[in-house]
């Protein structure tokens, strides 16, 4: 596909900020990808015979406090009574796959008061004393799951008014090996929100909105008086207990005691196992199961335990099981019901495009984590990263769905970083643009520090390819690429030295380019994008004329290819852009009416993209153009025409953030475009809109430092709107209430501008310091108003001379100090070149 790119962002011509013209399109490269399987949930189900003793390994558990706590043989007393439900359990009984049969060891008794019910007390043989059942028939106990609650009920394990209640939905029992697993699954627990539905259904018992609280001993006995009665109630206290299973586990003596203990209180089915390392095999050296879920107290066998296997289920599906068994329904219930509570919020394109990124993450990480994969792998890894950088990409783009691709790219970075330089000179340049790639999308988003990093990496790729085969098209034209985007965040940063190397560097490739192929038409437009480049870097230095020129070569390029395909919509937007340029540095130069023409016909190239709704991105640059002709009208005292322009570029600005407010871009210039109303409507008495428009602008921009606190343009549109608010509330005579916007603004702008900075920043930091003098005045503190006068005329000094607002804003000084000569010859020199504009009055020789 044809590579393109756009010319360098223009400076906002409201705020001197250079996010507010795009700089284009640049080629996407990619293949097609391939699908991949999600694993399949397993249940694992641990085999009887022989385990290995606790003496094999005795692992320390969370806390060693537990010791005392689990060697105490007297139960606390009980006060919250231990009930199952008839209802609930139907529901368990009809889904096996969780719950395994419980022995029949006897009914739980139910006839005592609930104030006065203690636990079980254990006797010396460990267990509860309670009168020995019967054996159950061997055939029934096998079909146990089969059957429905009146079966359990028939056998008495459990009487028809018994319900679970108590203080903890689940007590954790874990080794310290397993701390992490039990941390997560502790929080998952009571994070988890039950189906609405499932709560609701006739007929059955209420179920609760969360699991909340679970007991996970380090998180509850921090704040305990007896850590041993603490230890011993929570277990009392708890409906239900979950058992990490895992090796470490398996050789715990105070997880198994655990588990005891709560087999004690007859609640044997109330036991749910989570497998997160090791085997479900009883016989195997790595058995996950504490002995006390493979035999009973007397040593004889119990019935097989069953396990969510993490591992095999996945994170959720395992967590769904739990649940389910915890709640006393089925999971395979729980789990449609979860699905139609997550299913109304996914759109049918983003869960196509969730599941592609997840394959290719998953691809992505076990090329580089495995060693000794084969190359057909790797490359087929790569493959997919390019597609989704390339082809998806560019499909998202228009979309404003690109932060759909931040985990591919953080992915993909990570695994170039882990290749290195090996591979093909083929896959080496694949990375070198899929890096790249990374680094647009991050700059779209408005990250420049990440972005620079993708950038400078692709460029070491490039320069090495191109070093090795100087001669090689492709390696030269992904050189001059890389080339260009570091200079161009230089730029975005304010390092204007670094930026202007870069981008000569850029112009002298793209002239090798199409001296190699003269008739190329992708290396032409290079070379009208770097024309552009260049004429930016000129502008912002004050050399207006010199910028100019390069402006008219880069629009010579377009307009002649656009002569051999006039419907190709990004020639005409390219060429929309150079125009905008053209405006800005007329305006610069003092030829008002000569910029609004060209004003005009920018907007009117991209007012037809806009309508044809191709590209979200068309209707930004659209908007954007509304607010620089509007701002030229403004001048020329054309009040009426610009207020509607900016009320369209508003309507506009919001549609696209509101589709997709992760694009910094765009809110960015939705922000500008209010803070534009905001002074056109203050300028004619307008005052309810004009502090409507700035707070908004104010919160936007504040949020946009502090998502990139290193873009010095946010701080610089940021620091315009607060020399604004200070203007609206001296206007009302509140000096003192104008002395901390106009303070705050004036540290921003020295912030956001140095030395040898874009002439557009000290213009700004100049403004600012005119309207804190002025503030200074108003509240009776003359000399600081006659110092931050001087050193606005200090930042203008340093500057250019020229540009129609340098000279409105030397005529404001002049005013400010009395100079009323130079301040009526400064407004006829404005006056003659058109400017009319209400937000600056002009001193008239009849006063």
């Known amino acids: 596909m044809p590579s393109c790119r756009g010319p360098l962002e223009q400076p906002d011509r409201l705020a001197g900020n250079s996010r507010n013209h795009s700089h284009g399109r640049r080629r996407a490269d990619g293949t097609s990808g391939a699908d991949g399987r999600k694993p399949t949930a397993t249940l694992q189900r641990g085999a009887l015979g022989k385990h290995r003793g606790a003496h094999e390994h005795h692992g320390a558990h969370a806390s060693d406090c537990r010791q005392a706590a689990l060697t105490t043989p007297p139960l606390p007393e009980v006060h919250a009574p231990i009930r199952v439900d008839r209802g609930v359990l139907r529901e368990v009984c009809a889904h096996h796959e969780i719950l395994s049969v419980p022995p029949i060891v006897g009914s739980v008794a139910s006839t005592q008061a609930p104030s006065t019910r203690n636990p079980p007390t254990a006797n010396a043989n460990g267990v509860g004393n309670r009168p020995a059942p019967a054996q159950p028939d061997p055939w029934l106990a096998g079909r146990a799951t089969l059957l429905r609650c009146p079966l359990w009920v028939s056998f008495g394990i459990f009487s028809e008014s018994t319900t679970l209640a108590g203080r903890y939905h689940a007590f954790i029992s874990y080794s310290h090996a397993d701390e992490s697993w039990s941390r997560w699954l502790q929080r998952a627990l009571e994070r988890y929100r039950v189906p609405r539905r499932l709560r609701q259904r006739e007929g059955a018992e209420p179920l609760p909105a969360r699991l909340y609280p679970v007991f996970r001993d380090r998180d509850e006995l921090a704040s305990a008086d007896n850590l041993s009665e603490s230890i011993l109630r929570a277990l009392a206290e708890s409906e239900a207990l979950v058992v990490v299973c895992s090796p470490a586990a398996a050789a715990s003596r105070w997880v198994n005691e655990e588990i005891r203990y709560f087999q004690q209180r007859g609640l044997s089915h109330r036991v749910f196992c989570l497998l997160v390392a090791g085997s479900p095999d009883a016989s195997a050296s790595d058995c996950a199961f504490p002995p006390a879920l493979l035999h009973n107290a007397d040593g004889s066998p119990r019935h097989e335990p069953l396990a969510a296997d993490i591992r095999g289920d996945g994170k959720h599906t395992a967590l769904l099981k739990i649940a389910a068994g915890l709640l006393c329904v089925g999971v395979d219930d729980l789990k449609r019901r979860d699905a139609q509570r997550r299913a109304w919020i996914r759109s049918v394109v983003t869960t196509g495009l969730l ?17 000794q994969e084969s190359e057909l792998r790797r490359r087929q890894a790569e493959h997919l990263i390019g597609f989704m950088l390339g082809d998806l990409r560019s499909k998202l783009e228009p979309l404003g769905k690109l932060e759909l691709l931040d985990a591919v790219g953080d992915q993909a970075e990570n695994y170039f970083d882990m290749l290195g330089d090996r591979g093909s000179a083929a896959e080496v340049l694949a990375r070198a643009k899929a890096l790249r790639q990374i680094g647009e999308v991050r700059f779209n988003q408005g990250r420049l520090k990440p972005a620079l990093a993708a950038f400078k990496k692709s460029l070491r790729q490039a320069q090495a390819l191109y070093g090795r085969e100087p001669e090689n098209n492709d390696y030269l034209f992904e050189l001059g690429q890389a080339e260009f985007w570091v200079g161009y965040v230089a730029w975005q940063r304010n390092d204007l030295d670094f930026a202007d190397d870069s981008l000569e560097r850029y112009m002298l490739r793209s002239r090798e380019l199409l001296a190699r192929q003269p008739k190329n038409a992708s290396y032409k437009r290079e070379l009208a994008y770097a024309y552009s480049n260049l004429g930016s870097i000129a502008r912002e230095r004050g050399m207006a004329s010199d910028a100019l020129g390069h402006f008219n070569n880069s629009q010579a390029v377009l307009r002649q290819l656009l002569v051999d395909a006039p419907a190709d919509h990004a020639l005409i937007f390219d060429l929309s852009e150079g125009l905008s340029w053209t405006g800005s540095t007329l305006l610069d130069l003092g030829r008002i009416a000569e910029s609004e023409q060209a004003f005009r016909e920018t907007y009117s190239l991209l007012a037809k993209l806009h309508a044809s709704g191709e590209d979200p991105r068309y209707s930004n640059r659209y908007g954007v153009a509304g607010t620089f002709l509007a701002l030229a009208l403004t001048h020329q005292g054309k009040v009426g025409e610009a207020e509607a322009l900016l009320d369209e570029s508003i309507h506009v600005g919001q549609t696209l953030a509101d589709h997709d407010p992760g694009n910094a871009e765009w809110r ?19 005052s309810r809109l004009a502090d409507q428009m700035l707070t908004s602008a104010h919160a936007g921009f504040t949020q946009l430092t502090v998502e990139d606190p290193s873009n010095r343009d946010y701080a610089r549109a940021l620091a315009m709107v607060e020399r604004v608010q200070a203007l609206r509330v001296l206007d009302i005579g509140h000096p003192e209430l104008a002395m901390s916007p106009a303070i705050s603004a004036m540290m921003r702008a020295d912030a956001a501008h140095d ?37 606005a005329r200090e930042l203008l000094s340093s500057g250019a001379q020229t540009g129609v607002m340098n000279l409105v804003l030397r005529t404001q000084l002049a005013q400010d100090t009395g100079d009323t000569v130079q301040a009526l010859a400064l407004a006829d020199t404005l006056r003659s070149a058109g400017f009319n504009d209400p937000r600056y009055p002009l001193p008239s020789h009849n006063k």
């Open 355 to 371: 599941m592609i990124t997840t394959v290719t993450i998953g691809l992505a990480i076990v090329a580089y984590l495995s060693r």
């Open 668 to 686: 960015y210039s939705l922000y500008n475009g209010q803070r534009a109303q905001a002074e056109l409507a203050r300028a004619i008495g307008a």
């Open 755 to 791: 030395v040898n900075g874009r002439d557009s920043a000290k213009l700004d930091a100049a403004h600012i310091a005119e309207t804190l003098g002025r503030v200074q005045q108003a509240a009776g503190q003359i000399e600081q108003a006659q110092a931050s006068w001087g050193k």
